[in-house]
């Protein structure tokens, strides 16, 4: 049991680190009506932008406190995105405006290129380490209830609480401010929305700045863990089975689909795994999300669309 309750909570954590890369899918979308492949390069961009100004800053500065140099390096990377933002939409948005969906989704892949360029240049190629100071030792749970407790790492709990937290807080925002509110008609119909003043160009540059702030956050939690490398890119594959299933436009569904795939694949590879010969946790969600498409192509919380003649 207490094997099992690891395992559990191990995949939980994972999850929650998936869900992290797939808010900026939804959000986007959710907003913009546009699926943006280039979320993957925005999340490698910001953790080496984060990872490389807080090397920078006390070499500029001779800051010796790690904690503001961090924050510095998280203001400027910040900063990164927001000029991002602002010159996706200036360059890229702005003439694509009430295009194909096919076209929106083919400027995107332009955009990662572009970024994955763009870090090499400006921040180098190498493996850099992120230190936010995040504990990387377990802790033991649960130990008056199972002999010698559960097993839990400290960094993926703290992964999961800031995860939480940020969902918590876009949740509000879509749904309770005047911006939000905005957003969501901007997604149903550009025109519209237009028609009835509100500012298309401002209210892009918005989303796609908090998408950015949300890679900057996923890219410090991953380059925490595993470093910031170039394969940080294909995280954002795993996080397009999460939006399958948790839908396009549902933000706690990009958590509920995160911790469905986190814990499916972590209890396959361990209990499955050795009957068909392991690897199940490669492409366990993928074959989920395909059973998705099949029979719920709107996700467990995405919007059914209903087109009428």
Not at 15 to 36: C, E, P, R, T, W
Not at 154 to 159: G, R, S, T
Not at 215 to 230: N, P
């Amino acid at each position: 049991m207490a094997f099992f309750l690891e395992t559990l909570f191990g995949g939980l954590m994972a999850g929650m680190l998936y869900a992290l890369v797939a808010l900026g899918f939804v959000l986007i979308f959710k907003a913009s009506g546009v699926f943006n492949f280039a979320q993957g390069a925005m999340v490698l961009f910001a953790a080496l932008a984060m990872a490389r100004f807080s090397e920078w800053i006390p070499q500029w500065t001779g800051l010796d406190n790690k904690i503001i140099a961090n924050v510095l390096a998280f203001i400027v990377a910040g900063l990164f995105m927001l000029a991002f933002a602002y010159l996706v939409e200036r360059w890229v948005l702005r003439h694509l405006v009430n295009q194909e969906g096919v076209t929106l989704l083919m400027a995107t892949l332009g955009i990662t290129y572009f970024l994955d360029g763009l870090g090499q240049t400006i921040f180098g190629s190498a493996v850099y380490r992120i230190d936010i100071g995040m504990p990387k030792e377990p802790v033991f749970v649960m130990d008056t209830v199972f002999e010698g407790g559960l097993l839990v790492s400290k960094e993926d709990l703290i992964a999961a609480l800031v995860a939480a937290c940020l969902v918590m807080c876009l949740s509000l925002f879509f749904q309770k401010t005047p911006t939000g509110r905005a957003l969501r008609a901007v997604a149903d119909d550009h025109q519209a929305a237009q028609s009835i003043g509100i500012p298309l160009n401002r209210m892009w540059v918005i989303v796609w700045f908090v998408a950015g702030l949300t890679a900057l956050v996923a890219g410090m939690i991953w380059g925490s863990k595993i470093g910031v490398q170039f394969s940080l890119t294909t995280v954002a594959l795993k996080a397009l089975p999460v939006i399958i299933l948790g839908g396009l436009t549902s933000v706690p569904g990009a958590i509920i689909g995160g911790l469905i795939i986190g814990v499916g694949e972590k209890l396959s590879e361990i209990y499955l795994g050795p009957m068909i010969g392991g690897g199940i946790e490669l492409w366990f969600a993928y074959v989920l999300a395909l059973v998705f498409l099949l029979f719920r192509p709107q996700g467990l919380f995405g919007e059914k669309i209903i087109d009428r003649v």
